[in-house]
């Protein structure tokens, strides 16, 4: 079987390939659940007059978490519904519909594919995946699934409203490093846009195993919506922390990217997710990236004598490919670009 989403149904315990050696499981017991873990940031006067406030708490958030919640972000409740509702109607279909989909080719842009990168991984993970490009919408939509019938318009509605909301958190951002408000959007190129939707079947054995092990994302930022099971932890004071889910929000980290663009005043921090013997998981993060030709650096501003730039300047499709060629390791990409290092 290729998928875990139909072997998983079919075990009592976990295969070989999923089991992590001893010094790298998820030892659930030693996490911190006790769910205080990141900002919750109230986005209403976003717009309003009271917008410098909401700019400092990004501030404080971007720098020292890499992680927030938001809520009253604007995304209409029946636009989240419904995507979540479409994510588990697409893997709930048959085998044969879903494997339609599939290929372990990294450079497809609509793909179903399972664990992180079946092509350079030792060890596999519980999850199964399909990632799509988004923007520009119209370039893409075609390519993804037709089946359920209200797949494609569903994401669609989903995609934009998303993308709308990145791009006022990104204005926000930009003036919270005291940039112009298009300061960082400048640096993007065209944009891109991807989403996965993650698929974390119950897991009879989930102490030896992981959905997703330990990453930063190498993209800008990421708006992550969840559905009501817990699983996402965030690597933080030498801890691994839950953020248990709430309902009406997302929650938002820093990339690479972003950590890039600020000269390291913003921080993309490790995290990872876990599964349990219980219930399945849905998770759906959209990635907004730079264009792979837009050229990445830190913002000429931020670049001091005092702090002078950390990283050398690249394409964001060499930062890309890396990225997926190395294999998820518990280290950053980001080493590889520091201005020290060529
Ligand atoms: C990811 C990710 C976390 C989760 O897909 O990059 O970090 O909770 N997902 O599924
Ligand atoms: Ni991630």
Not at 82 to 89: F, K, Q, S
Request: hydrophobic share 35%.
């Amino acid at each position: 079987m290729v998928l875990v989403t139909d072997l998983a149904s079919a075990v009592d315990h976990v295969p070989e390939k999923f089991v992590r050696p001893i010094s790298d499981r998820p030892t659930l017991s030693e996490a911190d659940n006790s769910g205080d873990s990141i900002p919750l940031i109230d986005l209403r006067e976003l717009h309003g007059s009271r917008r410098t406030d909401v700019v400092l708490q990004l501030a404080h958030a971007c720098h020292s978490y890499g992680f927030f919640q938001i809520k009253n972000h604007g995304v209409p409740e029946t636009t989240v519904s419904n995507m979540l509702t479409v994510a588990r109607e697409f893997f709930r279909q048959p085998e044969s519909e879903r494997l339609r989909h599939y290929t372990a080719d990294t450079t497809k842009t609509t793909r179903l594919s399972t664990s992180f990168n079946v092509n350079s991984e030792k060890v596999s993970n519980w999850r199964d995946f399909l990632r799509l490009h988004c923007h520009p919408l119209e370039e893409f939509r075609h390519e993804w699934p037709s089946s359920p019938p209200s797949f494609r318009d569903t994401v669609a509605e989903y995609s934009t409203a998303v993308r709308k909301l990145v791009l006022d958190l990104l204005e926000a951002i930009s003036e919270s490093l005291g940039l112009s408000s298009d300061g960082v959007e400048k640096k993007l190129g065209g944009h891109g846009q991807h989403m996965a939707i993650n698929y974390y079947p119950p897991c009879p054995q989930p102490e030896l195993t992981f959905g997703l092990p330990g990453h930063t994302d190498p993209n800008l930022i990421t708006v992550l919506l969840q559905d009501d099971v817990s699983g996402l932890q965030v690597f933080r004071n030498g801890k691994w922390v839950s953020v248990h889910p709430v309902p009406n929000t997302f929650i938002v980290n820093i990339g690479d990217q972003m950590q890039v663009i600020s000269n390291d005043k913003y921080k993309s921090v490790l995290h990872r997710a876990v599964v349990n013997s219980e219930k399945e998981r849905i998770s759906i993060p959209t990635f907004y990236c730079p264009s792979p030709d837009a050229v990445v650096g830190p913002a000429d501003e931020l670049i001091t004598d005092l702090s002078p730039s950390v990283y050398r300047s690249f394409s964001y499709s060499e930062y890309y490919d890396r990225f997926w060629n190395r294999g998820l390791a518990n280290v950053t990409c980001l080493d590889l670009f520091k201005a020290s290092s060529h």
